[in-house]
C-alpha cells in the first residue's frame, strides 16, 4: 500500500541524502509470507482499502457473536436453575402428600379414640342430645 501523504509528483531522495539512520530500501524488505490471508489480501478480491473500510461491520459482527454466546449461556444455566427447581417441588409435593396420608390416618376415629384411651378418656355410647330452650 502506498503511503497516501506523500505526493506523487515529489521526487524521492536517494539512500545517501537520507543519512545513515535511514530506512532500508524495499527491495531489502522481508516478504510477506504465502498464506491465506496474505494472498487474500495483496492478489485476490479483497483489497487492504476494502478490508480496511470492512472493519466496523466485522467488528460488529464478532460482537454479535459474543453476545450470543453469552446469551447461550444465560439460557443454559437458568435451564439448570429451573430443573433444579422442579426437582424440589416434586420432592416437597411428595413429602406433602406423605403427610396429608399420615394426618389423615391418625384423623380416623379408632386412632382417635385410642390415643383418648391412653389419656383415660372413654368415648361416649349414645349421640349427645341437642338442648332446645
Known amino acids: 500500500m502506498k503511503n497516501l501523504f506523500r505526493k506523487k509528483d515529489s521526487p524521492q531522495p536517494s539512500p545517501e541524502e537520507r543519512g545513515p539512520m535511514a530506512e532500508p530500501e524495499e527491495s531489502n524488505k522481508a516478504e510477506l509470507p504465502k498464506n491465506?490471508?496474505?494472498l487474500l489480501l495483496t492478489d485476490g478480491v479483497i483489497s487492504k482499502q476494502t478490508?480496511?473500510?470492512m472493519l466496523p461491520f466485522i467488528v460488529f459482527i464478532a460482537l454479535?457473536?459474543?453476545l450470543y454466546i453469552g446469551n447461550h449461556h444465560h439460557v443454559e444455566s437458568s435451564i439448570r436453575k429451573i430443573d433444579k427447581l422442579n426437582k424440589?417441588?416434586?420432592e416437597l409435593s411428595w413429602d406433602y402428600k406423605t403427610l396429608k396420608a399420615e394426618?389423615?390416618?391418625k384423623s380416623?376415629?379408632?386412632e382417635v379414640s385410642k390415643k383418648a384411651d391412653s389419656l383415660g378418656l372413654i368415648e361416649p355410647l349414645y349421640p349427645p342430645k341437642r338442648i332446645e330452650y
Open 36 to 38: 491465506f490471508f496474505t
Open 88 to 90: 424440589e417441588v416434586d
Open 64 to 66: 454479535l457473536t459474543i
Open 108 to 110: 380416623t376415629q379408632t
Open 103 to 105: 394426618l389423615m390416618l
Open 51 to 53: 478490508a480496511t473500510n
